[in-house]
């Protein structure tokens, strides 16, 4: 029942977001809110900012891949939205984002360095959602393993985690 | 120059060699070294360094906010928990990155990151517990926590100093090593420069040598090329077929084809006449077949070869080969000779003409002098005559100088018929066996009264082997005789020596070498080298004293010449001469141990005149004489030994023909005529055979002739007749006599052609006669008559009286008996006597 309702909810955001030629507002996030857009969007839902739950991040494009990291032991599984998805999905324009964080942790990125197969925007790990100790809420990772381009100084400073907050500028 | 930059050039390419494999080693270097740093360089760029302490002030961060919140709430006994929660959170967070994370985890680090997770995992072990217990416990607890924290705080900072001690400990290492390594890297490029313009540097010489070697070659080609077209020879090139590659402009000119029309075409049918054609096809398959060429390489040949316009003219050509680009090529030189060979023949016929008109002088010269003896012989004679009938002391002075002078002319006479027979190859050499050693020791004892006359030594021997030798004794006595009478006239203190040996022994002959040596004046060294030539005195007055034509040597040397050997001189001025003679001789058939006379009959002992004028000839009678037992007695000239017969009988008188005072002739009718000798046997000794002496010695009553050279064979012929006829009896097939007449009448050789004839002829008409059943009575009957004609001349009595018989036969009608004889007993004769003739001929 749950799940359906989900899939309802998430049918709609598609649905909004497919109107994404003008600016409307998106049905307000219904559980906890996972994350907070703001600045130059086209979709907004509470006071001109577009807030998340993880129902309506679960209706965008599902993407996961399985690395290690050098903050954990093992090779996790990270299931979340592709942030181009995001940035496809809310209409954000502009030239950088903003990250932020709940330990006050913000990185700033030039939106051209959005690629298509990361960073993802993870929500799950091991399936699991992540609590603030294990770094989430949300915690944007690259899959590191794949490709050496994903393990340099500056892809590590951009792995964020316990994101709530992103913020698109001009 | 050339070959010393050419071994320049080679050590050259051998250091080019050497930089090039050495750059590249260093280029390798480079590329290794290049890898390593990259690799170093990514080690550091994908190094987590800066990433510890990062994370280290982050945790301290979260720790510190931690505390704070821990405080406040401390103090704060009513306030939210919420935001003390969230802090212990995020700390928690963190403090999981230490755990499970690599962040803290770097080389060199050893067990300080397992203490540091160690530290946190305990600390959160014990404090998580209490933040999600409840409030209340939790207020309780707060101040218990913020010291547990303060504490945390102090145990994880030890752990991170020395974590980031030992991490920059690390990172010197690495920056060490990667200086190290950019150093290196300097280096190797550094060198690698370095070696990049050597090997420029020696390139670029190679490249000025080979361009110098190129222009080296160019000049050699184009002086080559002017060579061929200046050359005075016709040059043609040739390939292995024949073809012309190559054809010089004086082949244009010898030849009469232009170059264009040369080139490509055949040699075969340009050059080479039809006749010569086949050959050249045949050498050049060879050459092809076989690499060789008999032609090639092998000096200059003549051969013709044909002009333009047909005509065939001689060539002298060389031809070699060489291996081209296309195979093997021929160079042929060819150089028309038509006029130098016009030039040869010319100069043949001149020289030729030359020669007849020399030969013809010489003969006129023997001719001349042959001639001259007779009258000489006429006024000698009448000098004679007016010498006995001369009373008056002035008159038979003069009368002796005319004689004296008579004799002289009579001996440059003979001198020059010496040299002109001698010149003219009429000499003609005898052949016999004599002992070398007795034969000179004979000869130099002749020598010896003169030597004591003028008190000077005369010394011989004959060292070494003696050998029986075959040759002409005689000759080789005239010149040691010359050489010797030589010696003794120039020498007045000290004397002659004669040595001889053999010198040279090659298989069955033997060089004999003879030396005889004086103290005399010796003679300038300007003259020894033509006193061997035709009229050469060295001292004027030896000339005038009337003793030779200065001939003597000359004809040592014609007779050493003709007998196949050689003499010469050496002389000191003022010590003496040594004039020396090598000729070689066949080994003689019989022992030199075994007496000359063994083998003949014992002689009865005699008393023998010797009338000589000359004392080499007296002596050399007397020593034969001596040895054959005889009892000698001298006399100097033809009156002395007439007056010698008279008053005691000799049983033979040896009378030289020709002497002064008186000759043999007038001594022999003096002889004759009254005394105790008027029957003695008187044989004349004469060097001169003519017929015309022969009749004139016969007419003065002598009884044999001695022809010289005397040997110790013909003497003992001509001393007795009936020792003669015991050793060897008549037999009838040749006439001895008749043979003896013969060789005084014809000489020696003439009676040698004429045996040679008689065997031929002689063989040809016994074969005839042999053949009789075919012949008609007539016929046979000539033949017979021929037959015993030809046996009559040889004084073959048995064939001649065989051949009469049987011709009387035939005349008187009964052939048929003649010819039962001449089948029975012609052949068997006919071959006896034609192995006597034939001894004869090898005698």
Known sequence: MKSFLRAMCGGALILSLSLSARAEEVAAPKGEVLLTLSGSLEQTNVDGTLQLDQAMLEALPQTEFTTSTTWTSGTPTFKGVLLKDLIAAVGAKGGTVTLQAVNDYAVTMPLADVGPEAPLLAFLMDGETMSLRDKGPIWMVYPYDSNEKFRTEETYSRSIWQLTQIIFAD | ?843
Request: hydrophobic share 45%; proline share 3%.
């Open chain 2, 1 to 843: 120059m050339a070959g010393q930059s050419q071994a320049f050039a080679g050590m050259a390419r051998a250091v080019r060699a050497v930089l090039v494999v050495v750059v590249l080693l260093s280029l390798g270097l480079l590329i290794l070294l290049g890898l390593r740093i990259g690799e170093s360089l990514s080690e550091l760029r994908s190094e987590a360094n800066d990433n510890l302490h990062w994370n280290l002030s982050q945790l301290e961060v979260d720790l510190v906010r931690l505390g704070e919140e821990m405080r406040v709430n401390a103090i704060q006994k009513d306030g939210s928990l919420k935001e003390l929660r969230k802090r212990y959170d995020l700390f928690y967070s963190r403090a999981q990155n230490a755990v499970g994370g690599k962040g803290y985890s770097a080389p060199g680090l050893r067990e300080l990151p397992q203490t540091f997770a160690a530290l946190l995992g305990a600390y959160l072990a014990r404090e998580t517990p209490l933040i999600d217990g409840p409030d209340a416990t939790l207020r309780e607890n707060l101040p218990a926590m913020v010291d547990r924290l303060g504490t945390l705080r102090d145990s994880l900072r030890k752990v991170s100093i020395e974590m980031v001690d030992a991490l920059a400990e690390v990172g010197d290492e690495k920056r060490e090593a990667l200086s190290g390594l950019i150093r290196q890297m300097t280096l190797a490029t550094g060198a690698t420069i370095f070696l990049l313009a050597a090997l420029l540097a020696v390139v670029a010489w190679l490249n000025k040598v080979a361009a110098r070697e190129q222009r080296l070659s160019d000049q050699v080609s184009r002086r080559l090329a002017a060579t061929i077209d200046s050359a005075l020879d016709a040059i043609i090139v040739s390939d292995d077929e024949g073809r012309i590659i190559q054809y010089s402009p004086s082949a244009e000119r010898t030849f009469g084809y232009s170059r264009a029309e040369a080139l490509g075409r055949d040699l075969a049918t340009l050059i080479i006449p039809a006749s010569l054609r086949e050959a050249h096809a045949a050498g050049m398959a060879r050459m092809r077949q076989t690499g060789k060429f008999k032609m090639v390489n092998n000096g200059r040949i003549q051969l013709s070869a044909l002009h333009r316009s047909g005509r065939e003219f001689p060539v002298e050509l060389a031809i070699s080969s060489a291996e081209g680009d296309q195979g093997r090529i021929m160079i042929a030189f060819l150089r028309d000779i038509s006029d130098r060979l016009a030039a040869e023949t010319e100069l043949t016929s001149t020289r030729d003409k030359a020669l007849a008109a020399g030969r013809a002088k010489t003969e006129f010269i023997a001719v001349m002098s042959h001639e001259m003896r007779t009258p000489l012989n006429g006024v000698i004679a009448s000098l004679e005559l007016a010498s006995g009938m001369a009373t008056d002391p002035e008159l038979r002075r003069f009368i002796g100088l005319a004689q004296d002078s008579a004799q002289l002319l009579l001996r440059h006479a003979n001198d020059v018929l010496d040299v002109t027979r001698l010149e003219s190859g009429g000499l003609q050499l005898t052949t016999e066996d004599f002992d070398i050693e007795a034969h000179l020791s004979g000869l130099v004892e002749t020598f010896r009264p003169i030597c004591d006359e003028k008190r000077i030594s005369l010394r011989y021997a004959m060292t070494g082997e003696r050998p029986m030798l075959q040759g002409d004794p005689f000759r080789l006595g005239q010149i040691v005789r010359n050489f010797l009478s030589n010696a003794i006239k120039f020498t007045n203190i000290g004397g002659v020596t004669v040595e001889a040996e053999v010198s040279e022994q090659r298989g069955s002959s033997r060089v004999i070498e003879i030396r005889v040596t004086d103290t005399g004046p010796g003679i300038p060294y300007a003259d020894q080298s033509r006193i061997f030539e035709d009229f050469v005195m060295l001292d004027p007055s030896f000339g005038r004293t009337g003793e030779g034509a200065g001939l003597g040597l000359s004809i040592c040397r014609r007779l050493a010449v003709a007998m196949g050997g050689e003499i010469g001189v050496e002389s000191t001025p003022g010590e003496g001469s040594c004039f020396w003679l090598r000729i070689p001789f066949a080994l003689g058939r019989k022992s030199p141990t075994a007496p000359v006379t063994e083998d003949r009959a014992p002689m009865a002992a005699m008393d023998v005149l010797v009338v000589e004028d000359n004392a080499t000839n007296r002596a050399v009678l007397g020593e034969l004489l001596r040895r054959l037992g005889q009892q000698v007695t001298f006399a100097f000239d033809g009156e002395k030994g007439a007056a010698a017969a008279a008053a005691h009988r000799y049983d033979v008188i040896l009378m030289d023909v020709s002497m002064p005072v008186m000759d043999g002739l007038t001594a022999t009718r003096l002889i004759r005529k009254s005394g105790a000798s008027k029957n003695s046997r008187i044989v004349a000794v004469t060097a001169h055979s003519m017929p015309e002496d022969l009749e004139r010695i016969r007419a003065s009553g002598m009884d044999d002739i001695l022809t010289k050279p005397i040997s110790s064979g013909n003497l003992i012929r001509v001393l007795s007749g009936t020792a003669l006829l015991m050793a060897k009896p008549a037999d009838g097939l040749l006439d001895d006599d008749r043979i003896a007449e013969l060789r005084l009448a014809l000489g020696a050789d003439g009676l040698e052609r004429l045996a040679v004839k008689f065997l031929g002829d002689g063989g040809d008409l016994i074969a005839r006669l042999s053949r009789e059943e075919t012949l008609a009575s007539e016929a046979l009957s000539a033949l017979c008559h021929e037959a015993a004609g030809l046996a009559s001349v040889l004084g073959a009595a048995k064939l001649r009286s065989l051949c009469a018989k049987a011709e009387d036969l035939c005349r008187s009608g009964r052939a048929e008996e003649a010819r039962h004889m001449l089948r029975h007993d012609l052949e068997p004769l006919w071959k006896e006597t034609a192995l006597t003739v034939k001894s004869l001929l090898q005698a």
